[in-house]
């Protein structure tokens, strides 16, 4: 059973504008959260991250937000750039444990 | 930087035949991961190894077996190749749950 998901396989933003992208999890004793950045043919990469103390972490142009009750997290890009066109993937893991549980991720398009 | 390395980006091989796909990483995590990757399904969980020596399936293992004789290295085995192996696979590395570090992927393709 798929513990975390990304129900948005893919997302269309106009550059300058704002890409939000949902992750969804069902296993509450997860309280450390990832997103990975892929390009085709290429690894991901560590994009940001948030651990469950708190509920916004911010880098540059992304932010991730965790709303706990509702066990989800957004990643928000401001301003969208062209080169952001990747496939996105959040990922969870419990404090306790050494595997991450990765979503289905989103394919953002950053129309130019 | 860590660095995980697989030694091949592609491959293409015949049904039938037995693969290994390797994995190196330069930074003594002691944790290893095999993951495959297919449109639409993510990144699924192949195998992965806590230890040297220590494996432990993951959620998709059947066709697969891994061997992690050193700890720097983390071999994926397809006994006997067949079409719905074609996929992209990627390797990790960690230390305890600070996050992965993946190698660029191998895309192997079975015809």
């Known amino acids: 059973d798929q513990q975390v998901k990304q129900n948005s396989p893919s997302l269309s933003v106009q550059e300058g504008r704002i890409s939000i992208l949902n992750c969804d999890y069902t296993?509450?004793?997860?309280?450390?959260f990832l997103w990975y950045k892929k390009y085709p043919a290429e690894g991901p990469t560590f994009l940001i991250s948030?651990?469950?103390?708190?509920d916004k972490n911010e880098d540059g142009r992304f932010t991730v937000f965790l709303n706990k009750s509702a066990k989800h997290l957004s990643l928000h890009i401001v301003p969208s750039q062209p080169g952001d066109s990747a496939v996105y993937f959040c990922?969870?893991?419990?404090?306790?444990?050494?595997?991450?549980?990765f979503g289905t991720g989103t394919s953002l398009t950053v129309i130019p | 930087d860590v660095k995980v390395t697989q030694s091949s980006r592609y491959l293409v091989k015949r049904t039938g035949e037995k693969v290994f796909l390797e994995c190196v990483q330069d930074m003594d995590h002691e944790n290893m991961f095999w993951y495959r990757q297919d449109p639409g399904l993510g990144l699924r969980l192949i195998y992965f190894?806590?230890?040297?020596?220590?494996?432990e399936k993951g959620d998709i293992p059947e066709g697969y077996s891994v061997s992690r004789e050193k700890k720097e290295r983390f071999s994926l085995i397809l006994e006997s190749a067949s079409t719905n192996q074609t996929s992209m696979y990627l390797c990790a590395s960690s230390f305890q749950n600070y996050g992965y570090t993946f190698g660029s992927g191998t895309r192997l393709t079975v015809v």
């Open positions: 190894s806590y230890d040297v020596k220590m494996k």
């Open positions: 990922a969870a893991s419990e404090n306790t444990g050494n595997q991450f549980y």
């Open positions: 948030i651990s469950s103390i708190k």
């Open positions: 296993n509450s004793m997860f309280d450390y």
